[in-house]
């Protein structure tokens, strides 16, 4: 009984902390507050405080998981309704994706030999670019740790937002197909949401890249890893 | 009413992610049994197999919520206090350099080919023999 009652506890803190922090985000729209970084901040400072360990917050915190699977199936929604400008513009599309997809990881492998990273680290590098649900599993599926993969996810969803006004201009790239793909390859949700700021075009551009990211990405992962020998 | 259709139509796809899993166990995929349930859901969704209907309110629920369900996994950063290192610096740094790699060429190479497509459907109509308007 008193396991059930933490484990709500811990579901409750979860959603508060989330709801509160997407409020503020909402209020001042700054980059640097996206929920998911502050909420896990606040959620992390608790913990601390009341010596509790991560296991025994995903005693309740697992239920919470357990709906990224059905969340990532409903991902399907918004690319049907966009199937017709999908095969409208398919050739562009795919070869952006392509090119997205590969250049994210070659990069960050290339940059793991370069620094020297530890093996299990440089793992969890790897699929940095794709959404979560999806870079937890390919991360899981290389022998990488899942945590530290969604680790790299935000730092790359959250620095590519902030960055890819500038990096546009200095690229010259004004397209909607051309920021949509950069935005939805490299930033995944985070950069989708930022691609909405450019407009309705550039947003279903990213949103649909972030898609086929995932589903390219998740074989491009173990052929990359085989390739440079990580 | 409408909180038990948005529950009914996530136990829908639940249980789409349910079968991506079997499908990846049994064939032992690379690719994860969530996504296989998105190419599922996707393909039913184009052949009518499935109304839209069935999904809809539940997958705007979801896709609404979407940064909640990672917060979990997210928390689990607090046991990688290593990251506070040289080398939890440079990992970091291969992230960031990367990201910015990526979104520099990515971005070019998407407009260059949006604008080849362009030029090749300009041509094409072009070449048409042009109807006589009146």
């Known amino acids: 009984m008193q396991q059930a009652t933490f484990a709500f506890c811990m579901i409750l803190v979860t959603i508060i902390a989330y709801l509160a922090m997407a409020k503020v985000y ?64 398919l050739l562009p599309i795919i070869g952006g994706v392509l090119v997205g997809a590969s250049s994210g990881m070659v990069s960050v492998a290339l940059l793991a030999k370069l620094f020297r990273i530890d093996h299990s680290l440089a793992l969890s590098l790897i699929p940095k670019s794709l959404t979560t649900p999806v870079a937890i599993e390919v991360a ?22 902030i960055v890819a006004p500038s990096i546009f201009k200095w690229t010259r790239v004004h397209t909607p197909i051309g920021r949509g793909i950069a935005l939805g390859s490299a930033s995944h949700a985070i950069g989708t949401a930022k691609a909405a700021e450019y407009g309705e075009l550039t947003f279903s551009m990213s949103s649909i890249t972030m898609a086929l990211s995932a589903i390219i990405g998740s074989v491009l992962g173990p052929i990359v890893v085989w390739i440079f020998h990580i | 009413m409408k909180t038990l259709i948005v529950v009914l139509q996530i136990c829908i796809l639940y249980i789409f992610s349910y079968i991506g899993n079997v499908i990846q166990n049994f064939f032992h995929l690379v690719i994860p049994g969530s996504i296989i349930g998105l ?16 999904i809809e309110s539940g997958a705007g629920f979801l896709l609404s919520l979407l940064m909640l369900f990672f917060i979990p996994t997210t928390v689990g950063v607090m046991n990688y206090s290593s990251l506070l290192s040289f080398q939890g610096a440079l990992f970091i740094l291969a992230v960031l350099v990367s990201t910015v790699i990526s979104i520099a060429i990515t971005g070019t190479a998407g407009q260059f080919f949006e604008k080849k497509a362009q030029n090749r459907k300009g041509d094409q109509e072009c070449s048409k023999p042009h109807s006589p308007s009146v």
């Open chain 1, 26 to 89: 909402k209020r001042y729209s700054y980059s640097v507050l996206i929920p998911v970084l502050t909420a896990t901040t606040i959620i992390i400072i608790i913990l601390s405080l009341f010596h509790i360990s991560y296991d025994r917050y995903m005693v309740g915190g697992q239920w919470i998981s357990s709906l990224l699977g059905p969340s990532v199936v409903a991902l399907a929604y918004p690319l049907y309704n966009q199937r017709r400008f999908l095969l409208d513009n």
């Open chain 1, 140 to 161: 899981r599926g290389l022998g990488g740790s899942a945590s530290l993969a969604v680790v790299c996810v935000m730092i790359a969803g959250i620095f590519g937002a």
């Open chain 2, 39 to 54: 190419l599922l859901l996707f393909t039913c969704l184009c052949f009518k197999i499935i109304p839209v209907k069935w």
